[in-house]
């Protein structure tokens, strides 16, 4: 049986914290910022955790997750 492979641009889009929750980052910090308040930039520049509707099929694109620095 062959080995899977994963998904890359799912690799690149989700990290995997040491507890192996999956965090992606927050749309909306691109571009046209200069209308956008301090606060909600800052805030839009935090880590998130995926919905659980999500974690199936983002787990599914990592099968070889594990925590890495």
């Known amino acids: ?3 899977m492979k994963t998904h890359r641009s799912g690799a690149k889009r989700y ?8 965090v992606r980052r927050q ?3 691109g ?3 200069a209308n956008k308040d301090v606060s909600r930039k800052r805030r839009l520049s935090k880590m998130v955790e995926i919905s659980e509707s999500q974690v199936k099929l983002v787990s599914k ?8 620095r």
């Open 61 to 68: 694109e990592l099968p070889y997750k594990k925590y890495s």
């Open 31 to 33: 571009h046209l910022l």
């Open 27 to 29: 749309a909306g910090k």
């Open 15 to 22: 990290k995997i914290t040491a507890s192996g929750k999956i």
């Open 1 to 3: 049986m062959p080995k």
